[in-house]
């Protein structure tokens, strides 16, 4: 039996050390032998990570012991992760979770058959219940971004593209008197302003409305 851990976290500027120490920490304090911790710095909303990869398909063997820190670490779809842990107890490897005592326990250690089955019944509802949440939490800060990208849209202030928006439509009107009094032709401002035509179009249309309200 070999003994790995796993962290993850989302971006670069996230870092790795609070979950390596914790996994070698409780390793440390249980006298455990720690073959070694796999990491990755990706999105935790599916399994497609160089590092996990390797570690699933070519390092655990049935026996082994995995160690995470929180169920999020694992994966924050909740479906996908219930469906990565299902593989583990398929294929007799341990999940131990740190975030969740009673994954710590050593259950074939207890002599009484109903009592492990009611510990095993209590970690796979405390399992799911934090892969709910961890799921609800990525749904709720998706959803924020997606309000303050409309806002944004409403405001004028992103394009069509989803890129912040060249510049503010107060300094392009200001620009655009130009055009309307005949100084410079519009391909002019656009090499000017560096807008494409569709954009320069979209701020001349938006223009056009409010003078027309």
């Known amino acids: 039996m070999k003994r790995y851990g796993y962290h ?20 440390t304090a249980n006298s455990l032998e720690l073959e070694k911790i796999f990491t ?3 999105t935790g909303k599916n399994f497609n990570r160089p590092r996990y990869t390797i570690m699933k398909e070519d390092v655990l063997r049935a026996g082994d012991e995995l160690i995470i820190t929180e169920v999020d670490r694992l994966g924050r ?10 593989y583990y107890r398929d294929n007799g490897i341990r999940v131990k979770i740190l975030e969740l005592p009673t994954t710590l326990m050593d259950l074939s250690a207890m002599d009484n058959a109903m009592a492990r089955m009611i510990m095993e019944t209590i970690n796979n509802m405390l399992i799911e219940l934090y892969a709910t949440m961890a799921q609800a939490e990525i749904e709720k800060k998706e ?8 806002a944004k849209k409403d405001r004028g202030e992103w394009d069509n593209y989803g890129r912040p928006a060249v510049m503010s439509m107060e300094d392009f009107a200001d620009e655009y008197k130009k055009v309307e009094a ?8 656009m090499h000017k302003l560096r807008m494409s035509k569709a954009t320069y179009y979209r ?6 409305r409010v003078v027309d309200i």
């Open 182 to 189: 005949g100084e410079i032709r519009p391909f002019e401002l």
């Open 40 to 42: 990755d710095q990706q």
């Open 77 to 86: 779809n909740k479906q996908e992760t219930l469906k990565e842990l299902q």
């Open 8 to 27: 993850r976290t989302s971006t670069r500027e996230q870092h790795l050390d609070r979950g390596i120490t914790e996994i070698k920490a409780y390793c």
């Open 203 to 208: 701020y001349v249309n938006k223009i056009s």
């Open 143 to 150: 959803k924020r971004q997606k309000e303050g990208i409309q």
